[in-house]
Structure formats: C-alpha cells, structure tokens
Nanobody, 124 residues
Framework: QLQLVESGGGLVQPGGSLRLSCTAS????????TGWFRQAPGKEREGVSC????????YNEDSVKGRFTISTDNAKNTVYLQMNSLKPEDTAVYYC?????????????????WGQGTQVTVSS
C-alpha cells in the first residue's frame, strides 16, 4: 500500500523554525521528484518546494526562498522541509507527495496522491 505520512507541524511564533518530515511506505521516495505543498484556509493547495530525483536540484516558490530547505534521506525513505524565519502567512496544512513535476516555476503533483498533512500555525 502506497502511503505518505507527514509530521513535525505545530504552533510556533513568528521568526521561529520547524522541521517537517514525510515518510513514504510502499514505494521508494528517492526514485521520484518529491514536493511539499501547503493549503491555507480558504485557499487552493500550492507547491512550495521540490527536489529532483535525477540530480538533486531544488526549486522553491518565491515566498519561501531563503527560508525553507527541502532535503531527503533515502535510507529512511523520508523527505524533510526545514522552515526558518516563519511568518503568519506560512500558516497552512503542509503535505508532501511524489512524484511531482519539479522545475523552475512549476511544482505539480502527478498522481494527486496525498497524506493527512501536518498543521503549521505561526502566531504570537
């Protein structure tokens, strides 16, 4: 059974940090381009960061550049999202998925396959 399980969300003050994790089962995450998405209340889900499986190249959406870092641990079949300098507008449910189209300006889920997500709330 193919499954993605996100964790690591929580409540953090503006300027704080969180590290999200996403562990896959039933398939090898490192074989595919992988992405992190988020959905804020009343808004559509949007891609924020992705990493290519072929060369490890990374793309980050403009609003998170310089603050978010995506990485993978193939031994743990896990992808991470390190989020620093968090802002209230980063508040959302965060999801990971694979495979994705990952290139400059484009982060798109290919199979529309999602886990339960993890809630990130940035508030003082």
């Amino acid at each position: 059974q193919l499954q993605l399980v996100e964790s690591g969300g929580g409540l953090v003050q503006p300027g704080g940090s969180l590290r999200l994790s996403c562990t896959a089962s039933g398939f090898t995450l490192g074989h595919y381009a992988t992405g992190w998405f988020r959905q804020a209340p009343g808004k559509e889900r949007e891609g924020v960061s992705c990493i290519s499986s072929s060369d490890g190249s990374v793309y980050n959406e403009d609003s998170v550049k310089g603050r978010f870092t995506i990485s993978t641990d193939n031994a743990k079949n896990t992808v991470y999202l390190q989020m620093n300098s968090l802002k209230p507008e980063d508040t959302a449910v965060y999801y990971c998925t694979a495979p994705v189209i990952c290139m400059n300006g484009t982060i798109v889920s290919i199979y529309d396959r999602w886990g339960q997500g993890t809630q990130v709330t940035v508030s003082s």
